[in-house]
């Protein structure tokens, strides 16, 4: 299957500071890119949809001005959270796709542990 | 509104055979996913079904029928490291994945 690169893996920031995480699709040409957050025992949240070269759509209750996401080129999308505090703390996964190539399964990247202190 | 449903936990003994369903409401259908999710792991892609009939892969099997909006997620001769959590998902009409709360599998030996 294809891969998709997630960076970092894991990542303890101060309160008040912000942090990119950086998503890759590193053999295919993502079209769309989706972000998510998942707390502890529950199921992946999603927060936006990014296609190649627009806006995001973020879902209902996400803050676009907290949880900046640019989806630049094919291959990368970034999710920065902004003035991170420790209720953001949180398993970030992105996941890449391309559906109108043919392309339906959606390929996770390895998911970034967010802790803020 | 759209919406996915499959239990939240079940038990099953080492060696047997467990089904894990999942009904889904969405608008539009353009597949389903079941992924596989260790704890503190992003989840794994098991199988795609974008059409009526079972989909056989080794110890794992998944069912889909359109027509009554449901899959199953049928694991055979279990081993401990299936414990972990089954997500079912669906692409709707706009191709956006939605989720179902996953479904903790529990083996004992």
């Known amino acids: 299957g294809a891969v998709v690169s997630q960076h970092p893996s894991r990542v303890i920031c101060k309160s008040g500071t912000s942090v990119k995480i950086e998503c890759r699709s590193l053999?295919?040409?993502?079209?769309?890119m989706f972000w998510y957050r998942q707390f502890p025992k529950q199921s992946l949240m999603l927060m936006a949809t990014?296609?190649?070269?627009?806006?995001?759509?973020?879902e209902q209750g996400v803050e676009k001005d907290k949880f900046l996401i640019n989806h630049a080129s094919l291959t990368l999308s970034t999710l920065t959270v902004t003035s991170a505090h420790p209720e953001d703390s949180s398993f970030y996964i992105c996941?890449?796709?391309?559906?109108?190539?043919?392309?339906?399964?959606?390929?996770f990247g390895q998911g970034t542990r967010l802790t803020v202190v | 509104g759209q919406n996915i449903d499959q239990p939240t936990e079940m038990t099953a003994t080492e060696g047997a055979i467990v089904q894990i369903n999942c009904t889904y409401q969405t608008s539009g259908f353009n597949g389903l996913f079941w992924y596989q999710q260790h704890a503190g792991e992003a989840p794994t892609f098991l199988s795609y079904?974008?059409l009526d009939g079972l989909e056989e892969k080794g110890r794992f099997s998944s069912f889909l029928s359109r027509s009554k909006g449901y899959s199953y997620l049928l694991l055979k001769e279990l081993q401990m490291k299936d414990s972990a959590s089954y997500l079912c998902?669906?692409?709707?009409?706009?191709?956006?994945?939605?989720w179902g709360a996953g479904t903790k599998l529990i083996i004992k030996p």
């Open positions: 996941s890449a796709s391309s559906p109108g190539q043919g392309n339906t399964e959606a390929f």
């Open positions: 990014s296609n190649e070269g627009s806006k995001a759509t973020y």
């Open positions: 079904n974008v």
């Open positions: 053999d295919f040409q993502a079209t769309t």
């Open positions: 998902a669906v692409f709707d009409s706009n191709y956006q994945l939605i």
